[in-house]
């Protein structure tokens, strides 16, 4: 079974490099159908001593277009027929065929977006034992990207996710398999999201925290560097670090 707290301890590194397997990424560094693309990805991620990538091979920014599961999974064929074995992975996906056909394939954790509202993720995950990183999900919207009213962000989120992760508990996940994500920019303004970064040091404790603050608008109400924010994070307990990997 997937462990987190053996498995950070086991890296150098405490950051995640992201590979969009897309053509359609807010951030324009999708590498589908460009394997000269992916290979420099993988070749940076080593430079930068980063030994897990996390792999979406459809787009969640804002007003996405959902894509069928045979497009997803084609392009998830097209990064398995050029993997590289030095790193580990984890799928950033919300459809069960395409997450059991990464764990079929070695991947050893799902980043679902959604947070493990789907059943048949939940049983994928306890039947493998593989890691989870569960993002944040306010139970009162209707999809990913509806903007909510907080009037406390960071007790709101903290509560929501307890309240997801003691679902999965109760469902047979065990509790070492559990990462959480704070969900910057999904379902909340960039004022929001500025708020609940400036709070990370407040959210729940008790699973390692994972957050994703790379190339988000946000960001900009910081006033804050790159090195900055990866600093402020660290000092506030964030165990790892979802970053687009760049020149």
Known sequence: MFNWDNYLDSLETKKIGI??????????????????KLLSKFEIAKKRNI??????????????????TNEESKRLDFFLQ?????????IDSFNPLVIRKAIDNGFLIINDVTGFKEDRLIKIAKEEGCGMIVMHKNPNSNYLHEKMNYKNIVEEVNSHLQMQVDNLV???????????????GFGKTMEDSAELFLGLE??????????????????????????????????????????????
């Open 19 to 36: 590979i969009n397997v897309t053509n359609d990424s807010f951030s324009g560094d999708g590498t589908y159908v460009s394997r000269e």
């Open 51 to 68: 030994k897990l990538l996390d792999v979406g091979c459809m787009s969640t920014k804002p007003k996405f277009q959902t894509i069928d």
């Open 202 to 247: 407040n959210l729940i404790d008790t699973y390692p925290v994972i957050v994703g603050y790379s190339k988000k608008k946000f960001t900009e109400l910081l006033k804050m560097t790159n090195n900055e924010m990866e600093e402020f994070c660290l000092k506030s307990g964030v165990s790892m670090l979802r970053l687009h990997i760049d020149n």
């Open 170 to 184: 109760d469902k047979g996940i065990n509790e070492k398999q559990i990462a959480i994500d704070p969900g910057f």
């Open 82 to 90: 050029n993997i590289s074995e030095y790193y580990d992975y984890s």
